[in-house]
T-cell receptor, first 113, second 114 residues
Framework: GENVEQHPSTLSVQEGDSAVIKCTYS??????FPWYKQELGKRPQLIID?????GEKKDQRIAVTLNKTAKHFSLHITETQPEDSAVYFC????????????FGTGTRLQVTL | KAGVTQTPRYLIKTRGQQVTLSCSPI?????VSWYQQTPGQGLQFLFE???????NKGNFPGRFSGRQFSNSRSEMNVSTLELGDSALYLC?????????????FGPGTRLTVL
């Protein structure tokens, strides 16, 4: 089955700096890659996603890149703010939809003042 | 539009008991997926129901089962509870439509097994 590895497990950046979180997946059939943000005690929320027919996608300060050949995808957050502090999960699915997501182990991002 | 709701929010059970969790998806969403979240194993997929049929299944023992009703509401049942079943159980609903799909999570049910 699919396996998703996520690095780093913790990341501390200063406010205004950029943060990058990387994930690799094992199943070359995977074609949908969402990223979720989970604040303490809250539900995961989708922040951005990318499909296998696209190499990059941006939404304001957040961007995701996908390298299908290397089977890895990354989350980039620019101009970080304290409210970006949370746990971020990457995920992959071979169904082309949000069904049957395999999640990475999460990255705890802390943005310090 | 109301979000995904789950009941109950908290449960305490003892080993050997069984438990049923409920999930109401966003109106119009026919896909409901269940996930188990623990500090050690992270978020793990349990199963997905779409149009009252189980469409995908994760690697969990048969003690974990589910069903979906005609109104898309879903229930998850865990029988013969073990200490290791203590976790946050999240359900998520989606349209299950390629190209315009997004999975919305409920607040979760925190299950504690004593």
């Amino acid at each position: 089955g699919e396996n998703v590895e996520q690095h780093p497990s913790t990341l501390s950046v200063q406010e205004g700096d950029s943060a990058v979180i990387k994930c690799t997946y094992s199943d070359s059939a995977s074609n949908y890659f969402p990223w979720y943000k989970q604040e303490l005690g809250k539900r995961p929320q989708l922040i951005i996603d990318i499909r296998s027919n696209v190499g990059e996608k941006k939404d304001q300060r957040i961007a995701v890149t996908l390298n299908k050949t290397a089977k890895h995808f990354s989350l980039h957050i620019t101009e970080t703010q304290p409210e970006d502090s949370a746990v971020y999960f990457c995920a992959a699915s071979f169904t082309g939809t949000a069904s049957k997501l395999t999640f990475g182990t999460g990255t705890r991002l802390q943005v310090t003042l | 539009k109301a979000g995904v709701t789950q009941t109950p929010r908290y449960l305490i059970k003892t080993r050997g008991q069984q438990v049923t969790l409920s999930c109401s998806p966003i109106s119009g969403h026919r896909s409901v997926s269940w996930y188990q979240q623990t500090p050690g194993q992270g978020l793990q997929f349990l199963f997905e129901y779409f149009s009252e049929t189980q469409r995908n299944k994760g690697n969990f023992p048969g003690r974990f089962s589910g069903r979906q009703f005609s109104n898309s509401r879903s229930e998850m049942n865990v029988s013969t509870l073990e200490l290791g079943d203590s976790a946050l159980y999240l359900c998520a609903s989606s349209l299950r439509d390629r190209g315009r799909d997004e999975q919305f999570f409920g607040p979760g049910t925190r299950l504690t097994v004593l």
